[in-house]
């Protein structure tokens, strides 16, 4: 070729970004700066309340983990350009029935959990499904299930058990393989080998004497962690991460190049409903006991840490580790207050100005990397 | 004189009772640039979703390197060799330019389940593929909603032109810009010409058409007033075809000539 491919010259009406500038720039950013101010901020008024003793880490992080678990469902979906406010309901349709499968039924515990996870997942096929087909906004549909699927899981428990919590799940759930993923502790010997080496505080009288305060990770944790890499890994590296965004960017533009729009949002709304199961399944081996109450608003908590992450209402943007790290200053906020002593109706207060400065941030950041106008 | 890659013989077209085309015959060779004039509703956009398989003909035939075709979809245009670049692009402008040059066909590496996207290769291929069509990338994970509208023309472009398309449609890639946009875009139009590609130009600006067009037809009102080649015809000649002749030409003479 004859044709010299000189490089163009940089435009010179680009002002030049110094790199550290550049990475800071990014959707977690508002996540990042949320997450270390709300750790200065409890370190300050509530650092002697035993809040960042080993107990109350471990207390403060599974409220976290709960909240990281959903909102990993709920930001990959709300990237995909959908919402799912069925999320909450869903939570308690899943606890009830494993109960009612392996308590009333007899059923062994891996096989209700089994049959719960299929059956949700089913729900939330259906729920994406109703979305594509009618082409309502996923808001009227998943608020429809909001309500049909906590009605069933209160008239089922009612109708099975007469009541509204069932027990005896923890005696079914006794040295079962499938139980223990979701209920059970892992490197119980780390904690005792930092008990007896004086990391950290141990039980001074009782049975336990001589035991650590913690007895091991919860399982709950191990979930959250996992999922928020699992997301993060999919959502940023591979192919249909990229579809996810393209989904969510801009449905029909991506219809036209090829990406099967369709059947991303689907499984999105899948993944929200196992999602859901997971939080289920673990808070129902933690109490031994499912509720048909449990639940409430867990669909808005989790879209709230997923909008305190960065991620935009209307698709096509945000992040998961945004998400994670929303989900960890709502853990920290709830719990720290709770260890300040600070009246507990606060928190809403509290709870409604962080959401409102990250927003404002968060907009602000996404300018910048988007040109947005 | 080269063969024609596509070829469309009279080609009608009904909206129930509307005659959006009555007739329409074009074609596009390798390497040439043939410009589609036409006044607004003349049937432009109509004619070359036709073409790019969003529309079946009502009447009329429709060749590909002399096969008779009949798509179904956009899908089976675009796997035919024939690109389309509407005026909204189909860009998405929260997403990186790597990543919308890339969207439904991303290269991934590794095996399965841990198969990811290839990035590197991804973000390296558009880099230059930019830099071939004269833009300098701040990186390849610029937002597109960063670029200006010309810029966001010439990654369409350069996307479809590096997917293979044989037959490039561009349904007034230039309506919208500024003069220094413009000019790029009609460059790029240039260099993908020169790449043996056949691009079909929509416009209605007669200027921007004799700039880079190697054959120009005029459609009025759903019917073609023929085809010419370059140097044969001037601008007020298509304008006046453009506005069917005798409007304008009244027009002109009270205006003392400024159209
Ligand atoms: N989907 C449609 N249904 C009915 N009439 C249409 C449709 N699309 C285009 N038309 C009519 O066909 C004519 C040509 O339109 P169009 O191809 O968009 O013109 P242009 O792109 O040249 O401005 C117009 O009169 C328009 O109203
Ligand atoms: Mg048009």
Same mark, same amino acid.
């Given at each position: 070729m004859s044709e010299t491919t000189t490089a163009p010259r940089p435009d010179e009406r680009m002002k030049q970004v110094a790199p550290w500038r550049r990475a800071l720039i990014r959707p977690e950013l508002g996540g990042i700066c949320g997450t270390i101010l709300v750790f200065l901020l409890f370190g300050a008024i509530a650092g002697d309340s035993g809040m960042f003793a080993a107990e109350g880490v471990l207390n403060w992080t599974v409220v976290s983990a709960q909240f990281m678990v959903i909102a990993v469902g709920a930001c990959l979906l709300m990237i995909a350009g959908e919402f799912d406010l069925s999320v909450g309901s869903m939570i308690g349709f899943a606890g009830v029935m494993m109960a009612i499968l392996s308590v009333q039924m007899g059923w062994p515990m891996w096989a209700a959990i089994t049959a719960t996870f299929a059956f949700c997942i089913l729900l939330g096929a259906i729920n994406g499904w109703l979305v594509i087909r009618t082409g309502l906004p996923s808001f009227i549909v998943t608020l429809a299930f909001l309500y049909i699927l906590r009605g069933l899981t209160i008239w089922g428990s009612v109708y099975f058990t007469r009541q509204t919590i069932i027990g005896g799940v923890a005696e079914r759930a006794q040295g079962d393989w499938l139980a223990a993923l979701f209920g059970g502790k892992i490197l119980g010997g780390l904690f005792t080998w930092m008990g007896d080496a004086g990391w950290i505080a141990t039980f001074t009288? *009782?049975? $336990?004497? *001589?035991?650590?305060?913690?007895d091991g990770v919860p399982m709950l944790v191990v979930w959250a962690i996992g999922l928020a890499i699992f997301g993060h890994w999919l959502l940023t590296r591979t192919k249909f991460g990229n579809w996810v965004f393209a989904a969510g960017g801009d449905a029909q533009a991506a219809r036209y190049v090829g990406v099967p729009v369709n059947r991303v949002k689907i499984l999105m709304f899948m993944f929200s409903a196992f999602c859901a199961c997971v939080f289920a399944s673990c808070q129902v081996m933690e109490f031994g006991s499912a509720a048909?109450? $449990?639940?409430?608003?867990k669909e808005f908590e989790a879209i709230i840490c997923v909008v305190i992450g960065g991620a935009l209402l209307t698709g096509g943007y945000g992040s998961v580790i945004g998400a994670a790290l929303g989900a960890i200053i709502f853990g920290v906020v709830q719990q720290g207050l709770f260890f300040a002593n600070a009246e507990s109706s606060l928190f809403r207060v509290f709870l409604g100005m962080i959401l409102l400065i990250a927003v404002i941030m968060n907009t602000y950041i996404r300018r910048i990397i988007t040109g947005e106008r | 004189m080269s063969a024609a890659i596509l070829e469309m013989k009279n080609i009608t077209k009904h909206f129930g009772p509307v005659i959006?085309?009555?007739g329409v015959s074009f074609d596009v060779r390798a390497g040439e640039c043939h410009c589609l004039l036409g006044d607004n509703g003349a049937g432009k956009s109509t004619f070359i979703k036709t073409m790019s398989g969003v529309y079946r003909p009502t009447e009329g035939q429709m060749l590909v390197d002399g096969q008779t075709v009949a798509f179904a979809s956009p899908r089976d245009a675009m796997a035919a060799g024939i690109a389309t670049v509407y005026?909204?692009?189909?860009?998405?402008?929260?997403? !990186?330019v790597s990543r919308n040059f890339w969207m439904g066909r991303e290269p991934e590496k590794g095996i399965w389940p841990f198969r990811t996207m290839n990035s590197k290769f991804a973000d390296d291929i558009t880099v230059a593929e930019m830099r071939k069509m004269g833009i300098n990338l701040r990186g390849p994970d610029q937002a597109v909603g960063t670029l200006s509208g010309g810029e966001r023309q010439t990654v369409a472009i350069a996307r479809a032109v590096y997917f293979g398309a044989k037959v490039l449609i561009l349904d007034?890639?230039? !309506?919208?810009?500024?003069v220094r946009q413009t000019a790029n875009v009609l460059s790029t139009v240039d260099r993908v010409r020169k790449q043996g590609i056949g691009v079909v130009f929509i416009t209605h600006n007669v200027r921007h058409a004799l700039a880079v067009g190697d054959r120009f037809t005029v459609l009025n009102r759903g019917q073609t007033l023929g085809t010419a080649e370059r140097g044969a015809v001037d601008a007020s000649a298509l304008q006046d075809l453009m506005a069917g002749g005798q409007e304008l030409a009244t027009l002109e003479s009270s205006l003392g000539g400024t159209v």
């Open positions: 009288k *009782g049975n $336990r004497a *001589g035991q650590p305060v913690i048909a109450d $449990r639940g409430l608003l | 959006a085309l009555n005026q909204d692009l189909a860009m998405i402008p929260l997403m !990186s007034e890639p230039t !309506s919208a810009l500024g």
